[in-house]
């Protein structure tokens, strides 16, 4: 599957962000979907994750409370809000699929990736 990320920008401390992943290819319905984000000098790290339903959704615990993932199966989208910013949230944001029905996927597992799109927060 082929994803394009975007929503990504320049956004003070405490604003919001909403990142969109489009998908294309193969079928969506049966992807479990990820967030992740790198900063500079950085390992990429995962922020959040969704099964292919919906109906499960993982999150790091430095972005809980603050960030909800969601899916339109519909519209082969999946979407990131992100509230009260952070200056440490600044990152390159990528979104990855993997072609499963397994509600929990990790890091290596995989298979696909976007581009990324560039998160800046400024204190």
């Known amino acids: 599957v082929q994803l394009a990320e975007s929503g990504g920008g320049l956004v003070q401390a405490g604003g919001s962000l909403r990142l969109a992943c489009t998908a294309s290819?193969?079928?969506?319905?049966?992807?479990?979907m990820g967030w992740f984000r790198q900063a500079p000098g950085q390992e990429r790290e995962f922020v959040s994750s969704?099964?292919?339903?919906?109906?499960?959704?993982y999150y790091t615990d430095s972005v809980k409370g603050r960030f909800t993932i969601s899916r339109d199966n519909a519209k082969n989208m999946v979407f990131l809000q992100m509230n009260s910013l952070k200056p440490e949230d600044t990152a390159i944001y990528y979104c990855?699929?993997?072609?499963?029905?397994?509600?929990?996927?990790?890091?290596?597992?995989?298979?696909?990736w976007g581009q990324g799109t560039q998160v800046t927060v400024s204190s």
């Open positions: 990855a699929a993997k072609d499963t029905f397994r509600d929990r996927v990790y890091i290596e597992e995989f298979d696909d």
């Open positions: 969704i099964n292919w339903a919906g109906t499960r959704t």
């Open positions: 290819g193969r079928t969506f319905l049966n992807s479990n």
